[in-house]
């Protein structure tokens, strides 16, 4: 099930993806709704998350975090193991890999990247 899963995002990965504007289409009432020029904005910083799928008997699931509580815009959130790039990342994919081993232990050794989504600003 989860080779089948695997073949089939890899092939749908490849394709056109649908892009920011559907994403910000499915965003909260309270996102702005356009997409921002990143040249513009001074304090921005690039981060990733990863989507870890795993089989357990004849289910697939993904692990979330619960980021600590501090006095932020993330605190307490549910979320996607993720945070922002290091100097020592050498791309995005890294950045994410490295953040699901700091943040759940799981090392990226065996892990096969399948592709990656859109990226948005958030």
Do not use: W
């Amino acid at each position: 099930m989860l080779v089948d899963l695997q073949v089939f995002l890899s092939k749908q990965l490849q394709l056109n993806l649908p892009g920011k504007e559907v994403q910000y289409q499915m965003a909260s009432n309270n996102r702005i709704k356009e997409i921002p020029n990143l040249n513009e904005i001074k304090d921005y910083k690039e981060s990733a998350v990863c989507i870890l799928l795993y089989q357990q008997e004849d289910t697939i699931y993904f692990p979330l975090i619960e980021r600590v509580v501090y006095k932020g815009v993330h605190s307490g959130q549910i979320a996607l193991p993720g945070g922002k790039k290091d100097e020592t990342d050498s791309n995005l994919i890294h950045t994410a890999l490295r953040e699901l081993e700091e943040e759940i232990g799981i090392s990226h050794t065996h892990l096969e990247v399948v592709g990656k989504l859109t990226q948005v600003y958030i």
